[in-house]
């Protein structure tokens, strides 16, 4: 008898979460297909960061060594005002778990080739990519996945019992299952600035937040020599004004950094989303990463939760797929993950808002009061709820 189904999960998209969930998924011998529809690993440097829970994750299915070796350890974290004047300072501890630094600084295209080349040598999944997945069709035992050959223009079903859909921000996936994406967009566009470094300089290391309310300033080492800024357009500048890199160069000298210290390598646009989709699971698909939940990058945990959420839906339905859970137990995927994605949506929220000197006076001066000797020092006003 021909065996119903060709696969047990069908992950669409292999960016960060479908990457995750593919080695997750393998690890535990569950079959997967996953279907990307772009031949190479986008080109930007997006997510600049992962911490202690991201490298557990990793440990979890074997990479953590493989993917350290293109990490930088994160020293600190500082606010700080084009005077001088340092607003506030978050030096890491030692983490709790393990062996692990507590942040470490990547560089991402190159953490998504290392995961995926240890999916490839660790897991029996496959991955097509240059394919699109152009169908999901669903019933009461499994998923339908159509997705059509780029090249080719070959379009091929693939049966599975499950299907996640880890197809980033635009998700195909959330539209074709008719998910509402709730929140909003800010009306900022940021210009993001990739570089390398020629020349390093004092404190290139520190993750720094140039506060401000006119020009507030991302500056952030990556692993690797790689240097971002990221930079709000102001409301009379627009796209058109930044689009060559010659038109770039005015923004990083008004940093006062020159053509002696760094090659602008790419740049891009972007706005910031507080958005998540109304339902993460409809039937037998279930929503991870970007196409669940965007948040603005400010406390570094859009591809974490990402990551976070991969990990969660895949080591649950090896408990199913494997009749010890019930097919009801996949629902707390959801429960578990959508509040901790709220806590960070609102913490970058919160972050942003030093960075635009968005704070009042009360609420800075907490931020910056020194602890009183013999007490513990009061909880950042940041994370207050
Ligand atoms: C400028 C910028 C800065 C950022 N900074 C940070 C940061 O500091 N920290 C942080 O944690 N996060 C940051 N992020 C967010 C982070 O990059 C994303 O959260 C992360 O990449 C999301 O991973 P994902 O796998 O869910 O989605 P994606 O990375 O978007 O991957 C989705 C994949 O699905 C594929 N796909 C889409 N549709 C289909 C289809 N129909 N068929 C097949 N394949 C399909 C796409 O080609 C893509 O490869 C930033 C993002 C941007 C844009």
Not at 21 to 35: D, H, K, M, P, Q
Request: net charge negative; proline share 6%.
């Amino acid at each position: 008898m021909t065996h119903p189904y060709d696969v047990d999960v069908a992950i669409i998209g292999y960016g960060p979460s479908g990457v995750a969930a593919a080695n997750t998924l393998g690890a535990r011998g569950v079959s997967f297909t996953a279907f990307e529809r772009d031949r190479d690993i986008y080109p930007r440097a997006r997510a600049v960061t992962v911490n202690d829970w991201t490298m557990r994750i990793f440990q979890s299915f074997g990479a953590d060594e493989a993917v350290k070796r293109d990490m930088d350890v994160m020293r600190a974290l500082r606010w700080i005002t084009y005077a001088g004047e340092e607003l506030y300072r978050v030096d890491f501890p030692p983490s709790t778990l393990g062996g692990n630094a507590r942040f470490y600084t990547i560089y991402q295209p190159l953490m998504e080739a290392t995961l995926r080349e240890h999916a490839e040598r660790h897991t029996g999944g496959s991955v097509r990519y240059g394919t699109e997945v152009v169908g999901v069709e669903q019933d009461a035992d499994g998923v339908t996945v159509t997705a059509r050959d780029l090249t080719t223009g070959r379009t091929t079903t693939t049966r599975a019992r499950y299907a996640l859909a880890c197809d980033g921000g635009s998700s195909p996936t959330r539209e074709l299952l008719g998910v509402q994406l709730d929140g909003d967009t800010l009306d900022v566009t940021w210009v993001v600035i990739d570089t390398y470094v020629k020349r390093w300089w004092p404190d290139r290391n520190l993750l720094t937040f140039w506060s401000d309310r006119d020009r507030p300033v991302v500056d952030i080492a990556l692993a690797r020599g790689h240097h971002r800024w990221e930079i709000p357009l102001r409301p009379e500048e627009s796209r058109a004004d930044f689009a060559a890199p010659g038109q770039i160069w005015p923004l990083l000298k008004a940093m006062g950094v020159s053509e002696d210290d760094v090659e602008i390598h790419q740049h891009a646009f972007y706005k910031h989303h507080l958005r998540t989709a109304d339902r993460w699971r409809v039937g037998r698909v279930f929503l991870v990463g970007d196409a669940a939940h965007l948040m603005p990058p400010w406390a570094g945990s859009g591809m974490q939760s990402g990551i976070r959420d991969a990990f969660d839906i895949s080591w649950k339905l090896t408990y199913v797929l494997d009749g010890r859970m019930p097919d009801a137990f996949l629902d707390t995927y959801e429960t578990e993950r959508r509040p901790n994605v709220a806590l960070y949506t609102s913490l970058s929220d919160q972050l942003g808002k030093i960075v635009r000197l968005e704070l009042s006076e009360e609420e800075m001066s907490e931020l910056t009061a020194p602890p009183v000797a013999g007490e513990p020092a009061a909880e950042p006003p940041l994370i207050r709820r």
